[in-house]
């Protein structure tokens, strides 16, 4: 749809064209996001006892955290930077931790749930 709308926009330059497409991209790029976003959290989900997804982040396509079990942090590092390297040169992956319990209780506004669920 992209390469037609590109086209018809060369054909027929002008502001509608060209709001057509802009809009066409910014949706293919949000697909692309929503994708990502479902692959990376199944990838590491399964290895937390709790997932807590934060607040949006400008830029960001998802900002979570995941409480792992002391023994598990290691291994779940490594799966995370794995999933990184799978996915780049479109994914940034930022690790940060360990971080407070208290950034697991549910506060009004986020959601945080059981690993699984």
Known sequence: ????????SRRRPGCEAGLRLGEAVAAGLEFRAAETRRR?????TSMARVVA???????????????????GSENF????????DAHRPHVELRLAGPLPCFGFV????????????
């Open 40 to 44: 990376v959290l199944g990838e590491l």
């Open 106 to 117: 549910a506060a009004e506004g986020t959601h945080v749930r059981a690993a699984g669920v």
């Open 77 to 84: 590092r490594s799966v995370a930077e794995r999933t990184a």
């Open 53 to 71: 997804i934060g607040p949006d982040v400008q830029e960001c396509v998802l900002n979570a955290s995941f409480l792992v079990n002391h023994g």
């Open 1 to 8: 749809m992209v390469r037609r709308l590109l086209e018809e």
